[in-house]
């Protein structure tokens, strides 16, 4: 059964950067597509940026196309998102989920789940 742990949150400045990791263990990483997603206080876990098993194809959302990067290193087994030129309105709990990506769109595996890294971005 394959597991995620999410790691790399903290509490960062405006302007600073995070650079979270999404660890497998348990199956292979390789044969998923990984997706990064966000839940503000009050709001709806969304989707912010996804990339495919092979890691040719990748995402974002608008409000962090240009500042976040997703990545991957299936022979570690793990998945990033680095982010930077980090904004108040980022602060949420981060969360990699292992799905799939087929013409153009991520879908989320639902028993795929990491437990959330904390990112706070405050002066």
């Known amino acids: 059964q394959l597991q995620l742990v999410e790691s790399g949150g903290g509490l960062v400045q405006p302007g600073g950067s995070l650079r979270l990791s999404c660890a497998a263990s348990?199956?292979?990483?390789?044969?998923?597509?990984i997706g990064w997603f966000r839940q503000a206080p009050g709001k709806e876990r969304e989707k912010i940026s996804c990339?495919?098993?092979?890691?040719?194809?990748?995402n974002y959302v608008d409000s962090v196309r240009g500042r976040f990067t997703i990545s991957r290193d299936n022979a570690k087994n793990t998945g990033y998102l680095q982010m930077s030129n980090l904004k108040p309105e980022d602060t949420a709990v981060y969360y990699c989920?292992?799905?799939?990506?087929?013409?153009?769109?991520?879908?989320?595996?639902?028993?795929?789940w990491g437990q959330g890294t904390q990112v706070t971005v405050s002066s």
């Open positions: 989920n292992a799905g799939t990506y087929f013409s153009g769109a991520y879908y989320p595996e639902d028993d795929y």
């Open positions: 348990g199956s292979a990483l390789d044969y998923y597509a």
């Open positions: 990339i495919s098993a092979s890691g040719i194809y990748t």
